[in-house]
């Protein structure tokens, strides 16, 4: 049974940063993406970014540049970068593991505000 851990998150201002990390325990496959997706209140659930072992990462078209996605691969975690942020970026954040029975975080919040 996977099972992921999500660290970091909270408040900032607009043009803060912060970093989101996630650890999986359990049977973790290198060729299975990890990454992150988020919801804001009243919103459908989005891809923030993914990325595959030894592969390339995808980003949402909102944050590319800003965000960055990195995973090690030996430890099964996966952290998030947020650079640059925006009001927008609010939402709750959840990691995930997976394509097919996508395994979810609990979520962390991110708050974006002056």
């Known amino acids: 049974q996977v099972q992921l851990t999500e660290s970091g998150g909270g408040s900032v201002q607009p043009g803060g940063s912060l970093r989101l990390s996630c650890e999986a325990s359990g049977s973790i496959f290198t060729f299975d993406p990890m990454g992150w997706y988020r919801q804001a209140p009243g919103n459908e659930r989005e891809l923030v970014a993914g990325l595959r072992c030894g592969g390339s990462p995808t980003y949402a078209d909102s944050v590319k540049g800003r965000f960055t996605i990195t995973r090690d691969c030996a430890k099964n975690t996966v952290s998030l970068h947020m650079n640059s942020l925006k009001p927008e970026d609010t939402a709750v954040y959840y990691c995930?593991?997976?394509?097919?029975?996508?395994?979810w975080g609990k979520g962390t919040q991110v708050t974006v505000s002056s």
């Open positions: 995930y593991y997976g394509t097919i029975g996508t395994k």
